[in-house]
């Protein structure tokens, strides 16, 4: 490869889970540390960072059907763009990238993407580089101070998976269960709320499964965190995604009923609803305790929203076992949820599985369940109709005067009248539709 340019500008495009956005931010500052800007809207990016996703579909394919467009874009432009890919699909298949697209300059991985300077040096001296190496914790190290400017903002405590469910690449492409350190947590926690941030969203694959030691030397697990988060002065809000029900300790549970800053929504995802196919999947719970779980949250939060994610046609699935996760779905009356085709990925047990079912089926059972899934939705928003709550302003909607804001339940809500991002006011929830629900401001912005 030719000596290139030192790039001016950047731009990242994230593709994926809040992770990968999050990952994207701090890759976005690492360069902006570095003197590059991002990219203005419209504007070809001198450096463009392919930040993939690697959970389903093809995105293998999607991924050098991207680097394609961005050469193409580039030819047109008169420039050829310095392009570095990242993110889980880098992780798994970087000598392949590097091998089928010369175009690339850099594959970096999730664990790795804080020596993005360095790779950046040697790129421009025409040298492509690769780094897919997993020190997760001396990658937050290397980061540099937040710049995340907004009222919502990610913060990942936690990385990777050691629950290897069958039909999962993130063991592979995560590695091993990891958590940060708890005063750094506390400290980026305190950096985003000196940058305007009002709510913060704990992310982990399994964030429930983090573990640390709080100031005074005590073992803590998330509910600990949570508890030491509420008491930072200007954070208004706190949430986490995602969990898994195994590593639920009683002490979240609990702080779901006390700690009036953790938000009542639970995303703990299910994928199924038959005991077989858990199973197969080794997802090391039953219908039955899941639901359990389920309650015992209630129990404690009663208003709690509660979201999954599903996986249809997972292979060998029966029509019967099928109808069991409509059963569950019926059961739980999920406030919103997340539901998928199962994709097999490669290196993954399921994957080389006998009876993977055929398209037509998986497209008629994810079409059976969003219907009920939807159903549920629109009547959770319907059952929130009349109640006035706080709704934290996230940005301008589309006329003059309208606003955006999320209620504690995570609905989209919108609304008219003064207010200024970052605020949060009492709105009175009028009208629910099937993703949003219209707002009436009931208290004036404080000036
Ligand atoms: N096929 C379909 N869906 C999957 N998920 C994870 N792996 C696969 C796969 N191979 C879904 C699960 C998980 C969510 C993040 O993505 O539902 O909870
Ligand atoms: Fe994947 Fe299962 Fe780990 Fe979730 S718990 S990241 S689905 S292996």
Redesign the pocket.
């Known amino acids: 490869m030719k000596p290139q340019t030192r790039p001016q500008t950047y731009r990242v495009k994230s593709f994926g889970?809040q992770m990968n956005v999050y990952d994207g931010e701090r890759m976005g500052e690492l360069l902006a540390a570095r003197g590059i800007r991002p990219a203005g809207e419209g504007e070809e990016a001198d450096l463009v960072v392919l930040n993939t996703c690697h959970?389903?579909e093809k995105a293998a394919e999607k991924v050098y059907s991207d680097i394609g467009r961005l050469v193409k874009a580039g030819e047109e432009a008169g420039k050829k763009p310095m392009i570095a890919v990242a993110g889980c699909v880098a992780q798994a298949e970087g000598e392949e990238i590097m091998a089928r697209a010369p175009a690339v300059s850099m594959v970096v991985g999730p664990q790795a993407y804080h020596r993005l300077p360095e790779m950046l040096d040697k790129a421009t001296k025409g040298e492509r580089a690769t780094d897919t190496d997993m020190p997760a914790i001396a990658k937050f190290d290397a980061l540099p101070a937040r710049r995340k400017r907004g009222p919502t903002a990610f913060l990942t405590v936690q990385e990777g998976c050691d629950k290897f469910c069958t039909?999962?690449v993130v063991p592979y492409t995560r590695g091993a269960e990891i958590s940060r350190p708890f005063d750094d947590l506390v400290g980026e926690a305190r950096k985003l709320v000196e940058a305007g941030a009002k709510e913060i969203t704990l992310l982990g694959q399994n964030v429930n499964a983090w573990r640390g030691e709080d100031g005074r030397g005590r073992a803590v697990g998330l509910a600990g965190l949570i508890r030491a988060l509420a008491q930072v002065d200007g954070l208004e809000r706190i949430r986490y995604t995602t969990s898994h029900p195994n590593d639920m300790e009683d002490d979240l549970i609990a702080a779901h009923g006390e700690v009036d800053k953790l938000m009542p929504y639970l995303h703990l995802?299910v994928?199924a609803g038959s005991d077989r196919v858990l199973k197969a999947m080794n997802r090391q719970h039953t219908a039955e305790s899941y639901l359990k779980l389920l309650e015992r949250f209630r129990a404690a939060r009663p208003d709690i929203a509660l979201s999954g994610?599903?996986?249809v046609g997972f292979p060998g699935e029966s029509e019967a076992e099928f109808e069991e996760t409509l059963a569950l779905v019926d059961e739980v009356r999920y406030a919103h949820a997340?539901s998928?085709?199962?994709?097999p990925?490669p290196g993954t047990p399921a994957a080389t599985m006998a009876d993977q079912l055929p398209r037509e089926v998986m497209d008629d059972r994810l079409q059976r369940l969003q219907a009920r899934l939807n159903r549920d939705q629109l009547a959770f928003n319907r059952g929130t109709v009349g109640r006035t709550c706080d709704v934290l302003v996230e940005r301008r909607g589309k006329h003059a005067g309208q606003w955006l804001g999320k209620s504690p339940w995570l609905q989209s809500v919108w609304f008219e009248g003064e207010a200024e991002i970052g605020d949060v006011l009492r709105v009175e929830l009028a009208e629910a539709g099937p993703n949003s629900m219209r707002g009436v401001l009931r208290q004036a912005a404080l000036a």
């Open positions: 889970c959970i389903r039909y999962c995802p994928q994610d599903f996986i997340f998928f085709k199962y994709s990925r």
